[in-house]
């Protein structure tokens, strides 16, 4: 399916007004159910649905391995359908569950910690987030992408564009565990705002280092510091924010 469509739109430029043919992106509906029964629906880009699905139901425990979605039909068409072959709802009526959810103590502490680790110098980071961003295809030619990306602090492993930030990250990760790349001790590079939920999801895989383009939330600053996360903040050039546990990252 494509991932962009040239719709004709009046682009004005001073005085000047010009028919031309736009970079769109496309919006999909990807629905999917187990045994007959609806699971859960969200909106997507049409690219990597397998690396997707098989991202964000591992990542919210939805299922116990990545064969339960490798296994999964998918069908193309208006909106995707994915049929998974086994039932993660077993046998409940409906999935009751908060995606992106973080566990926290009676004590109001993040129960998660880091246990995957990784030192490298502050320029090999750069460097490799350069690499990330001229990556971004799709949000140089829409302006409508989020992108995301697994890496090693020397080269990037695992990429994905999305229309939807968790999506982009769900994507890097199925990808991840699909070509059997470990996640652990490595760095999620991202392009958006880094929310909780994004937290969240680099948690579940012992993620130790998170990098994006934007900034962070107040709550995504104190869920990696309770959790022995580095998070960094506006990658840009030479320059970067470190707002925790910096010691994983060398002059």
Not at 166 to 194: E, F, Q, T, W
């Amino acid at each position: 399916m494509d991932v962009y469509r040239r719709i004709r739109i009046i682009k004005n430029r001073g005085a000047e007004y010009l028919d031309v043919l736009d970079p769109v992106a496309v919006e999909t509906k990807v629905r999917i159910t187990a045994k007959g029964k609806d699971l859960l629906s969200l909106s997507c880009t049409p690219s990597m649905v397998r690396e997707l699905i098989t991202g964000l139901l591992l990542t919210e425990n939805i299922i116990p391995d990545a064969a339960s979605a490798s296994a999964a039909g998918i069908q193309y068409g208006k909106e995707i359908s994915v049929e998974l072959l086994t039932d993660p709802l077993n046998g409940q009526p409906d999935l009751s569950r908060s995606l992106g959810g973080i566990t926290v103590s009676r004590e109001g502490t993040f129960q998660k910690q880091i246990q995957g680790d990784i030192s490298l110098p502050a320029a090999s980071l750069k460097a490799v987030f350069r690499e990330f961003l001229n990556r971004s295809e799709l949000f140089r030619l829409t302006g409508c992408f989020h992108c995301a990306a697994v890496s090693d602090g020397k080269q990037i492993l695992a990429f994905a564009e999305d229309i939807g930030r968790h999506n982009a990250v769900d994507k890097a990760v199925g990808y991840s565990v699909l070509n059997n790349i470990p996640l652990a001790g490595m760095i999620m590079l991202i392009s958006c705002r880094v929310s909780s939920d994004i937290i969240s999801k680099c948690l579940r895989w012992d993620i130790p280092v998170l990098a994006s383009r934007a900034a962070p939330t107040e709550l995504s600053i104190r869920i990696a510091e309770e959790s022995g996360m580095t998070l960094i903040g506006f990658v840009r050039g030479d320059s970067m924010n470190i707002y925790t546990h910096p010691h994983r990252i060398r002059a």
